[in-house]
């Protein structure tokens, strides 16, 4: 016996991924629902390569009773209005918007670290989706905390367009297409030009000088493993479409070494250790496209502090920083709580 799933959002680049990835997983459906905004009403949307299609129904009229769960990837002001309605009629939601991360009474949830945290969606009947960037670093540092205590992270991110939705990608491919014919390549979506450039701003700016998107990774790595880690993060939009990487420095409280922290990454869940000292012996953004796993190399001890060490770390955004993370929301939740059959 199965579960009632719908997925909001479903026509966005999040939304198809996640469902690409209840099926792809074969996530126990007994029925799928391809939810969407009433422009989308009535599209056909292919469910993974099931074959099955969807016909996307309009979120202002649809019922969640009955429902089991909701991936919402709608955004903060869909969410706003139906993730309460939602919840209120007995659906658990999984959201992946900003909007409820740090909420006291809503867990913020990475399956690999905090899975126990969980249990608190009673109070609520809604579980948060971390920010990408966050997701996948702390998937990377949790094992690594657990044996030698991390004090202080700092952080620089080097994340793709698709962060920004499609009209990021989009964005990209005009630019580069009109700088490759002589065209102006004028920004729309970014504040910038983001073809063959960098932009060490995403989000909005804040009275302290950082980011929105800054301020999230410090925030919310301290919810989801540690309030006494200290973090501090650049986040910088790069011309790659799909794949986030960061470069993060590590201060311990405990002696650990390279090689220690290697055969830690190796076995730790979520993580692959890919780190050869040679040319190629690493992973970049476009060959972690379409795999869930937190890629980490580039793992050395860092001389300039006490207890310190520095690594490489890259994932597929719209999985593990997004889709892939809410869909294995999902499957703790029924393991733990909403078991079926």
Not at 145 to 174: C, N, P, W
Not at 239 to 253: K, N
Not at 288 to 303: I, K
Request: aromatic share 6%; glycine share 8%; with cysteine.
């Amino acid at each position: 016996m199965g579960y009632r799933v719908a997925v909001v959002g479903a026509t966005g680049n999040v939304g198809r991924e996640m469902l690409n990835i209840l099926a792809e997983r074969e996530f126990p459906c007994d029925e799928i629902a391809a939810v969407a905004s009433p422009r989308s009403t009535g599209m056909e949307i292919e469910f993974g390569e099931t074959g099955k299609m969807l016909k996307v129904k309009n979120i202002e009229h649809f019922d969640f009773t009955g429902w089991d769960i909701a991936l919402f990837a709608a955004g903060s002001g869909p969410t706003k209005i139906y993730a309460p309605k939602a919840a209120a009629q007995g659906c658990v939601v999984i959201d992946n918007s900003s909007l409820y991360r740090m909420e006291p009474d809503v867990p913020l949830i990475v399956p690999e670290v905090n899975p126990d945290a969980i249990d608190g969606y009673t109070q609520r009947n809604i579980i948060a989706n971390p920010n990408c960037s966050t997701a996948q670093m702390v998937v990377a540092l949790k094992p690594l905390h657990d044996k030698a205590k991390i004090k202080r992270v700092v952080v620089s991110t080097y994340q793709s367009v698709s962060g920004a939705g499609k009209a990021g990608m989009d964005e990209l491919f005009e630019q580069s297409r009109a700088i490759f014919v002589g065209d102006q390549a004028e920004p729309h979506k970014f504040t910038k030009q983001i073809a063959f450039n960098v932009i060490p701003h995403i989000d909005v700016f804040l009275d302290d000088g950082s980011t929105k998107e800054e301020w999230k990774m410090v925030v919310e790595t301290k919810k989801i493993m540690d309030p006494k880690v200290k973090v501090q993060a650049t986040c910088v939009r790069v011309p790659v479409f799909v794949g986030h990487a960061e470069s993060i420095s590590l201060e311990f409280e405990d002696e650990i070494s390279a090689e220690e922290a290697q055969n830690i990454l190796r076995e730790a869940p979520g993580v692959m250790l890919v780190d050869k000292r040679e040319d190629g012996g690493y992973v970049t953004p476009v060959e972690c496209v379409g795999d869930g796993a937190t890629y980490v190399s580039r793992v050395r001890e860092d001389p300039t502090v006490e207890n310190g060490l520095a690594l490489w770390c890259v994932s597929d955004n719209l999985r593990k920083g997004a889709a892939l993370n809410a869909v294995q929301i999902a499957e703790l939740l029924g393991r733990r709580h909403l078991k079926k059959g």
